[in-house]
């Protein structure tokens, strides 16, 4: 079973920029497609966006298109999500996971474990 850890997050201030990092730890990446959801208070876990193994498909969530843009680096088991033009509403605790990942829709979760996330605070 892959375990993931998350890195990157920190306190930026809007309009600023962070790159979250989603490692292997134990494992490899293998054939999976990865995602990264993230959760604010008060509010459930979304689908941010997701990357397949290798052919290119690639999902956003809408309010973050155009600002986000996620990718892999599979010899080095590790999934990017770059985040520019970060706002207030970015605010949450951002996790990856191994995911179901089709074009158009919102990413499928295939792993019940969530660890801790990296936080991400934009603010003033």
């Known amino acids: 079973q892959v375990q993931f850890v998350e890195s990157g997050g920190g306190l930026v201030q809007p309009g600023g920029s962070l790159r979250l990092s989603c490692a292997a730890s134990?494992?490899?990446?293998?054939?999976?497609?990865i995602g990264w959801f993230r959760q604010a208070p008060g509010k459930e876990r979304e689908g941010v966006s997701c990357?397949?193994?290798?052919?290119?498909?690639?999902v956003y969530v809408d309010s973050v298109k155009g600002r986000f843009t996620i990718s892999r680096d599979n010899a080095k088991n590790t999934v990017y999500l770059q985040m520019n033009s970060l706002k207030d509403e970015d605010t949450a605790i951002y996790y990856c996971?191994?995911?179901?990942?089709?074009?158009?829709?919102?990413?499928?979760?295939?792993?019940?474990?969530w660890g801790q996330g990296t936080q991400v605070t934009v603010s003033s």
């Open positions: 990357i397949s193994y290798s052919d290119g498909t690639t």
């Open positions: 134990g494992g490899t990446l293998d054939y999976y497609a």
């Open positions: 996971a191994t995911v179901y990942c089709r074009g158009g829709y919102s990413p499928i979760p295939l792993d019940a474990y």
